[in-house]
């Protein structure tokens, strides 16, 4: 029964973030913000409820069957793949650079700010 109320209570998060974005309007995904509402929920607790705790366990046992269907969709999709394999791997490459770098950076700005702040 813990099981259920936990994966209830995940999804009452889950549709919580959708709703907020839907009445807000903001170009954030609903799911983002659901997590960041469980987030700030579980900080507020300092430990997770056990039926939270138990859900969470089972989804992350069965974590692999959830990407059956993205598999299934590469499947079907494989001639397209064939036909735009260069164009998705340099896409691939270059945003992955892209967000290396960018994480570098923020994380050079945070070492000095926080030198900075550390020295005063």
């Avoid at 579980?42 to 959830?66: C, G, M, N, Y």
């Amino acid at each position: 029964m813990k099981l259920i109320t936990g994966l209830i209570i995940l999804i009452a998060y889950h549709q919580s973030g959708e709703a907020l974005m839907h009445w807000t309007g903001w170009p954030i995904p609903g799911s983002v913000v659901g997590m960041l509402l469980l987030f700030v929920s579980l900080l507020l607790f300092k430990s997770p409820p056990k039926s939270i705790k138990q859900s969470a366990e089972f989804l992350l046992r069965h974590l692999s069957l959830l990407f059956v269907p993205a598999g299934v969709g590469l499947m079907l999709l494989f001639d397209l793949i064939k036909d735009q394999w260069l164009a998705m791997w340099v896409s691939m490459v270059l945003s992955t650079f892209i967000s290396l770098v960018f994480t570098a950076w923020v994380m050079q700005l945070m070492v000095n700010h926080m030198r900075v702040n550390h020295d005063e």
